[in-house]
């Protein structure tokens, strides 16, 4: 396997979903090539970083307004019925 | 069910009791919709903000994620979870804000190619544990920064996929494209990340 093979690879490779020939294949060309190991290994954590990252919070007020409209819907809905 | 039954997996429970709840909604129950609301407002909300990188954007797309899912409930079939069907909608509301906001910046089609080799231009290692190089806050700027530069194509994917863990074919079933597309946006979104995240961890630049 070459390093352009690798980096096609790469995606299937970190999501674990590559076939065991392949993924061995995959394993033997970064154990002799340093770039794409780096590669490899830069690309898994910024997936890491961006999983971990704090989760953007949903604000009080913002949340009331969602209920209150969701509300107001239910109310029409019901008189529909 | 004894003792010795093998659970049932806590994504089939989830699966099974959102059925219901859906069902349940679907029959007129009010507080069965808006347990679904309660699972899934900030998720979409989250969402919301990662596309469009806006608040105000961002209670807009969720508002409407949850208020059209509700008036259009008869026309989810189930064939899919109710949790993509929501996604969906609300990520074709977070792009058109996107169209509208910044007609010039947004193109739903593959971006040419800047020339540039996102892969192999830059290659050094970050060391164990870059995101300790940065405070929280300061880190969470970096991230915001770096996922607004991608390409909107890119970064749809990329959230969806990696950040809310959805899996590839409910993605290409949400964009409406194939399996194989959302995984070359995913490859290209992650090298993108990757490689303007180097300039903030890779190991020369902090040590």
Same mark, same amino acid.
């Given at each position: 396997?070459?390093?352009?093979?690798?980096?096609?690879?790469?995606?299937?490779?970190?999501?674990?979903?590559?076939?065991?020939?392949?993924?061995?294949?995959?394993?033997?060309?970064?154990?002799?090539?340093?770039?794409?190991?780096?590669?490899?290994?830069?690309? =898994?954590?910024?997936?890491?970083?961006?999983?971990?990252?704090?989760?953007?919070?949903?604000?009080?007020?913002? =949340?009331?307004?969602?209920?209150?409209?969701?509300?107001? =819907?239910?109310? =029409?809905?019901?008189?529909?019925? | 069910?004894?003792?010795?039954?093998?659970?049932?997996?806590?994504?089939?429970?989830? *699966?099974?009791?959102? !059925?219901?709840?859906?069902? !349940? !909604?679907?029959?007129?129950? &009010?507080?069965?919709?808006?347990?679904?609301?309660?699972?899934?407002?900030?998720?979409?909300?989250?969402?919301?903000?990662?596309?469009?990188?806006?608040?105000?954007?961002?209670?807009?797309?969720?508002?409407?994620?949850?208020?059209?899912?509700?008036?259009?409930?008869?026309?989810?079939?189930?064939?899919?979870?109710?949790?993509?069907?929501?996604?969906?909608? &609300?990520?074709?509301? &977070?792009?058109?804000?996107?169209?509208?906001?910044?007609?010039?910046? %947004?193109?739903?089609?593959?971006?040419?190619?800047?020339?540039?080799?996102?892969?192999?231009?830059?290659?050094?290692?970050?060391?164990?544990?870059?995101?300790?190089?940065?405070?929280?806050?300061?880190?969470?700027?970096?991230?915001?920064?770096?996922?607004?530069?991608?390409?909107?194509?890119?970064?749809?994917?990329?959230?969806?996929?990696?950040?809310?863990?959805?899996?590839?074919?409910?993605? !290409?079933?949400?964009?409406?494209?194939?399996?194989?597309?959302?995984?070359?946006?995913?490859?290209? &979104?992650?090298?993108?990340?990757?490689?303007?995240?180097?300039?903030? %961890? *890779?190991?020369?630049?902090?040590?």
């Amino acid at each position: 396997m070459n390093c352009k093979k690798v980096i096609q690879e790469l995606t299937s490779y970190l999501d674990g979903v590559l076939d065991s020939d392949m993924r061995a294949d995959l394993e033997l060309h970064l154990a002799r090539c340093t770039d794409c190991r780096v590669v490899v290994d830069t690309t =898994r954590k910024t997936i890491q970083i961006f999983c971990n990252s704090e989760p953007v919070p949903l604000p009080e007020d913002v =949340r009331q307004r969602l209920h209150t409209a969701l509300m107001d =819907r239910f109310r =029409r809905n019901a008189k529909t019925i | 069910m004894s003792a010795t039954d093998p659970k049932p997996l806590a994504s089939a429970i989830v *699966r099974d009791d959102e !059925a219901r709840l859906v069902s !349940a !909604a679907k029959a007129g129950d &009010a507080a069965a919709f808006e347990e679904l609301v309660n699972r899934y407002e900030r998720k979409i909300f989250r969402l919301g903000m990662n596309i469009t990188q806006n608040r105000e954007d961002a209670e807009d797309v969720m508002q409407e994620a949850f208020l059209k899912s509700y008036t259009h409930l008869d026309r989810f079939q189930g064939d899919s979870r109710f949790y993509t069907w929501l996604v969906r909608i &609300a990520v074709n509301e &977070a792009l058109m804000k996107l169209r509208k906001r910044r007609p010039n910046q %947004f193109s739903l089609d593959e971006p040419l190619s800047d020339g540039e080799d996102p892969v192999f231009r830059e290659i050094e290692d970050w060391g164990p544990s870059p995101e300790q190089k940065f405070a929280q806050t300061e880190l969470n700027e970096i991230l915001n920064s770096v996922i607004a530069e991608l390409d909107p194509i890119f970064r749809v994917a990329f959230l969806l996929r990696d950040v809310e863990g959805i899996s590839t074919e409910e993605t !290409a079933q949400i964009l409406g494209i194939s399996e194989a597309a959302v995984k070359s946006r995913l490859l290209r &979104a992650r090298l993108k990340l990757r490689q303007k995240l180097n300039k903030y %961890f *890779r190991r020369s630049e902090t040590q």
